[in-house]
Nanobody, 128 residues
């Protein structure tokens, strides 16, 4: 059974940091590009960041460039999103997603429809 389980969300003050994790199971992790999307109240879900199966390519939305860092640990079947200098506009439910692209691919699935599996989401709230 395929599972993507997010963790690490919570309440943080503006300027603070959080690290999200996404633990994967039920599929061959290193054959999938993986990424993060988020959905704020009243808004559509948007792509935040993704990393290729090769780990050689990454994508960041303009709104998070320089503040967020995506990484993956294939030995642990886990992906991370380090979020620094958080802003109130980063408040959203964060979802991890996985897209099959084969091992050693540099393809980045930045659109929702390109992803095959989704997690249930973790809430991030940035507020003083």
């Amino acid at each position: 059974q395929v599972q993507l389980v997010e963790s690490g969300g919570g309440l943080v003050q503006p300027g603070g940091s959080l690290r999200l994790s996404c633990a994967a199971s039920g599929f061959t992790f290193d054959e999938y590009a993986i990424g993060w999307f988020r959905q704020a109240p009243g808004k559509e879900r948007e792509g935040v960041s993704c990393i290729s199966s090769s780990a050689g390519s990454t994508y960041y939305a303009d709104s998070v460039k320089g503040r967020f860092t995506i990484s993956r640990d294939n030995a642990k079947n886990t992906m991370y999103l380090q979020m620094n200098s958080l802003k109130p506009e980063d408040t959203a439910v964060y979802y991890c997603a996985a897209a099959y692209r084969g091992a050693n691919s540099d393809y980045l699935p930045v659109e929702e429809y390109e992803n095959d599996y989704w997690g249930q989401g973790t809430q991030v709230t940035v507020s003083s």
